[in-house]
């Protein structure tokens, strides 16, 4: 696409939003002031870049509502992918002798971000100006991304004619930052994370993924309150900034864990760096607090996976830190990744877990979509690991994929599923449990054996509370065994759920070859499709296909009320995901249910 069409494609976007010349909106003008006082700046501006002016939808701190375009250090800003810094604009060749350097409003120093539509198109930006100059590696612009990131969101809800304006609450609650360290959270380094791999892939360059855990900190917030606990997070994240460079991302993911992106990384002094700003005593509310932390690192592109797995591969990194010795830093070795000895080693800790019952079902709520009530749980394993974490599945199962291990965990699950329902038709309660299963327990001589036994004291209506779920692949192993197995459950009582659906080879003859219940739509569809029309043209099918078999269709991964919304219309029957819960331990999980009341 040509130069010119491309300017004629955003000059529509522009247009298509529709706040050219509207009035002041408190939404706008609430970021625009939390940005200048943040940075404690002149000025900070929301810009619109039209044909050829420079618009302000909002301003703090300016007289004027436009300036010529070809005057605006704003147009040169939508010309990047990033952040664009000026320090010092009176010794800029590009900018010494603009009007706005020379007259009103006097600038000096100018950071901006590009803003884009829910198209992609750069409409305008987010800056800031100031008549001194400054330096800008001494400056962390986290929360300027973090604002801009929530400005495109309400353009998003803009183009969706569908903005709450009752919802809309100070930045520290919005779903992007982190309350306790201003920093970006999880959700937001998603974002920012896929632009560096974007960038790098285009400069060619590289980006060092640094996992952080504190090292000692439990006893810190056991020893000396929580307070003081919160204040050590709050001086971390502040010496973490000092520690790198203001391009560089710092995200709190939760707890005392935290996410470093580094890009171009040349030396490994860096690493110790950060590490060693750590060591400096804390003075804080009448305590000296020395603390240290233990960081895995891989490095893309030599480790070329996708933005999860690199995390995952760093955080794989930083328990081998912390084996070591702590207080150090431990780079990811992709080839020893799945040697047998590693897998040994977990195995041998995941054994030693089942026999200290140290594995426990979380329950995370499934909602019922045409009676609004809670309609039963899926239940998600946990590890309370020794060294007092939470541990996911995600860190431990793939570990023992295919062994004796799998098969006895399996095992447990079901036993511990089938103790959970006796619970309930106790206390007289409705729900039903599902659990997951792996391919090569569904597939294992003696699950069928095992199944019967455990369920033969129940009777056909207590049994089809309980759903197996299995993955689509689980047929690349055995079909035939696979679909056997299907009919032998449901002629025990147990209901069947495909889970992950749509991500397989053959999903379309998965479902008439196998006579599940359920087909559970996966996460990844979920979580795309407001902003990838193929997601939801995705499924949209898929619910229509399960209908069309007579299958219940379960959507997990929802995360707020516009998919919820999108999914009723589309006719799904159940949803579960972090918009109503997170997966609980029993007793909070059935408080919650007491509690829901659907809005």
Same mark, same amino acid.
């Given at each position: ?31 625009? !002031? ?18 050829? !002016? ?61 803003? !884009? ?483």
């Amino acid at each position: 696409m040509t130069p010119k069409r491309q300017e004629q494609r955003r000059l529509h976007a522009l247009h298509e939003i529709g706040l050219l010349d509207t009035p002041p909106e408190e939404r706008f003008d609430r970021l625009t !002031r939390i940005a200048k006082q943040h940075y404690q700046v002149n000025t900070t501006l929301f810009t619109l870049i039209d044909a050829k !002016r420079q618009w302000f939808k909002s301003k703090q701190n300016l007289g004027m509502d436009a300036t010529p375009r070809r005057h605006a250090f704003c147009d040169h800003t939508i010309q990047q992918n990033s952040i664009y810094v000026v320090e010092d604009a009176a010794n800029d060749p590009l900018f010494h002798k603009n009007p706005l350097v020379t007259g009103t409003p006097f600038i000096r120093f100018y950071a901006g971000i590009p803003i !884009r539509d829910p198209m992609g198109f750069k409409v305008g930006t987010l800056c800031l100006i100031d008549s001194a100059p400054r330096d800008a590696s001494r400056m962390d612009f986290s929360i300027l991304r973090s604002l801009a990131a929530i400005l495109e969101e309400e353009l998003e809800r803009e183009r969706l004619n569908a903005v709450d304006h009752e919802k809309k609450q100070w930045l520290h609650e919005a779903v992007n930052i982190d309350g306790l360290t201003g920093l970006p959270n999880r959700r937001l380094l998603s974002e920012l994370f896929q632009d560096e791999l974007n960038a790098t892939r285009h400069r060619r360059g590289s980006v060092s993924v640094c996992f952080l855990d504190l090292d000692g900190f439990k006893a810190i917030n056991d020893l000396q309150g929580h307070a003081v606990g919160d204040e050590v997070l709050r001086c971390v994240a502040d010496r973490l900034r000092s520690a790198v460079r203001h391009h560089d991302v710092i995200a709190r993911l939760s707890g005392d864990e935290f996410v470093i992106i580094l890009r171009d990384v040349e030396h490994p002094r860096t690493y110790r760096h950060i590490l060693d700003q750590l060591r400096h005593p804390m003075h804080l509310q009448g305590h000296v607090i020395e603390l240290s932390a233990s960081m895995g690192i891989t490095r893309f592109p030599s480790d070329n996976s996708d933005s999860d797995l690199l995390l995952r591969h760093a955080d794989q990194a930083m328990y081998t830190a912390k084996e070591t010795g702590k207080n150090c830093y431990h780079f990811f070795d992709l080839e020893s990744h799945h040697s047998q000895q590693e897998r040994f080693a977990i195995g041998e800790q995941v054994q030693h877990a089942l026999d200290n019952d140290q594995l426990e079902l979380f329950y995370q709520p499934q909602l019922h979509y045409k009676t609004g009530i809670v309609s039963g749980f899926e239940c998600l394993i946990r590890w309370h690991h020794p060294s007092g974490k939470l541990v996911y599945p995600g860190r431990f199962l793939p570990y023992i994929e295919h062994t004796k291990l799998d098969i006895e965990l399996g095992k447990q699950v079901i036993n511990q599923a089938v103790s959970t329902l006796e619970t309930f038709q106790v206390r007289d309660l409705p729900y039903t449990i599902s659990i997951n299963l792996s391919p090569s327990h569904f597939l294992n001589d003696e699950f069928l054996d095992h199944l019967n036994n455990t369920l033969s004291r129940y009777d056909m209506a207590f049994r089809k509370r309980l759903t197996l779920e299995i993955l689509e692949s689980t047929a690349l192993d055995d079909a035939g065994l696979a679909a056997s197995n299907i009919k032998a459950c449901q002629a025990l009582g147990v209901q069947l759920s495909l889970d992950d659906f749509g991500t397989g080879y053959a999903s379309l003859s998965y479902l008439r070859k196998f006579s599940t219940n359920e087909i559970k739509i996966d996460r990844s569809f979920i979580l795309g499709m407001l902003d990838d029309p193929e997601d939801e043209m995705i499924v949209e099918a898929i619910v229509a296909l399960s209908k069309s078999f007579n299958r219940r269709v379960i959507a997990e991964g929802i995360e707020d009320r516009a998919t919820e919304e999108k999914l009723i219309a589309m006719g799904c029957d159940i949803g579960q995901g972090f918009l109503y819960s997170p997966a609980l331990p029993l007793d909070e999980a059935l408080d919650w249910a007491d509690c829901y009341a659907r809005p």
